[in-house]
Each structure stands twice: as C-alpha cells, then as structure tokens.
Nanobody, 126 residues
Framework: QVQLVESGGGLVQAGGSLRLSCAAS????????MGWFRQAPGKERVFVSG????????LIEDSVKGRFTISRDNAKNMAYLQMNSLKPEDTAVYYCARHNDLWGHPSSNWYTYDSWGQGTQVTVSS
C-alpha cells in the first residue's frame, strides 16, 4: 500500500498563505486521483479538494473555492494544496489521500480513498 506524508502546515495569520505538500511512495502515484481533506477539532473529516490522475480534472469545496488550489507533479510523486487568503475557520488537520479508482476521477466521498497520510496541522490566527 502507498505511504503518504504531508508537510507544510503551521501557524499563519489570517490572510496569509501556506502550501501543503504530500509525498507518495511507490511507482503507482501517477495512476490514481488524489484528495485533500481536513478535520477541525470536534468535527468530522471533510473534503477540501481532489485531482484526477493526470491533473486534468479538479474538484474544490465551495468554502475554499477561489482561495485554495490543488495540483500534482507525477514526476516527483507529489501532490500540493496551495492555500491563500486563509481564515481562522480553515484551522484543522489536513490530510492527503489516494483515491481507490485506477485512472479514475476525483471524488468528494472519503470512503472512496484507500490510503491516508498522518495529517499536518494548519492553524490560522485572527
């Protein structure tokens, strides 16, 4: 099974930016869609953004549309989440995940992802 490691989280003031990275092990990264989810304290894990295996299709959750951008670099086995204009309500642990459908489209449903990273904390101060 693929191993995913997130990085790039931290403490930032409202209005600031962070770029999250997700490093994947193995040689099958380019065949699967990837997603980013987040979980705030006391709340369920929710979908943030997803990207198809080739980067051609992306999904973005409405509350972050226009502020967050997902991307990937298959040559480096990396996925990214660029987060701009951060708000205190973006505070959460952010997880990257691999979609379970070979050559498939991204999905907002958590149960369609079969591998997860350990998460990286993002804290936005007001």
């Amino acid at each position: 099974q693929v191993q995913l490691v997130e990085s790039g989280g931290g403490l930032v003031q409202a209005g600031g930016s962070l770029r999250l990275s997700c490093a994947a092990s193995g040689d099958t990264f380019s065949r699967y869609g990837m997603g980013w989810f987040r979980q705030a304290p006391g709340k369920e894990r929710v979908f943030v953004s997803g990207i198809s295996w080739d980067g051609g299709i992306t999904l973005i959750e409405d509350s972050v549309k226009g502020r967050f951008t997902i991307s990937r670099d298959n040559a480096k086995n990396m996925a990214y989440l660029q987060m701009n204009s951060l708000k205190p309500e973006d505070t959460a642990v952010y997880y990257c995940a691999r979609h379970n459908d070979l050559w498939g489209h991204p999905s907002s449903n958590w149960y369609t992802y079969d591998s997860w990273g350990q998460g990286t904390q993002v804290t936005v101060s007001s």
